[in-house]
């Protein structure tokens, strides 16, 4: 999707070097994401290859510079899980609240309709207010904390759960193993 200066667009193998940049910030950096250890070029090419082998996985780029991305993953393994997803979504330590992460939803829960996904779940760190206003703001509802879930940069840090029904079905129209999306990356 194009819109005046930006465009929206699926992820190439290419854009992985920018990505994992973007990325191990909020690793280093932050609580963000409780990776504890930042990644490689390659590791990450080969996440955006596992990925986007079932779910949809967007970059947010703006003349020919990646600001952000997002991406649907599993759940959970187990097969009956396939109607929801997991949102993972980062932009640009430098330009964040520009409405990068919003445009970057927007598109994303789209795809996930597309998919028949009932529920997006997205799994938040409770130091990370931004990502929970975010959250908020995009129409999710907080479900539950788990106190102290994991351990990063010397604290104990809470888990909030969040979770946005993207579409009320009785019978979803989801009835594989696995979503069908299949983002051929190139
Ligand atoms: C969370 C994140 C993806 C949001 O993207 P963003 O581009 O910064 O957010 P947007 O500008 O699109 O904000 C959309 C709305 O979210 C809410 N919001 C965003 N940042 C906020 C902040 N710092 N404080 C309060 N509300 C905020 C607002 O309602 C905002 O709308 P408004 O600006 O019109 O008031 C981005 O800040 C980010 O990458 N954070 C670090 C990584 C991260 O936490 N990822 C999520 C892991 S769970």
Redesign the pocket.
């Known amino acids: 999707m194009r819109k005046g200066d930006y465009m929206i667009r699926r992820v190439k193998n290419e854009d992985a070097k920018r990505l994992v940049e973007i990325y191990n910030y ?1 690793i280093r950096e ?1 609580e ?2 409780l990776e504890l250890k930042e990644l490689t070029e390659k590791e990450y090419l080969e996440r955006i290859h596992q990925v986007t082998s079932f779910y949809p996985w967007l970059v947010y780029e703006e003349k020919g510079v990646i600001y ?1 991305f ?1 991406y649907l993953d599993k759940f959970n393994t187990r097969k009956a899980y396939a109607t929801t997803a997991d ?7 430098t ?11 927007q598109e994303i829960e789209k795809l996930g309709l597309s998919l028949g996904l009932c529920k997006i779940i ?4 409770t130091s ?4 929970i ?6 129409g999710f509802t907080k479900l539950c904390l788990i106190k102290n879930a994991a351990y990063k940069h010397g604290k104990w840090v809470g888990v909030t759960f969040l979770e946005k029904n993207v579409q009320s079905i009785v019978t979803p129209s989801l009835n594989k193993d696995e979503p069908s999306y299949r983002n051929k990356v190139e």
């Open positions: 909020y932050t963000a994401t952000g997002a949102l993972s979504i980062y932009v640009d330590h330009l964040k609240r520009k409405g990068i992460g919003k445009r970057l939803y997205s799994l938040v760190t990370n207010r931004t990502s206003s975010f959250h908020k703001a995009m």
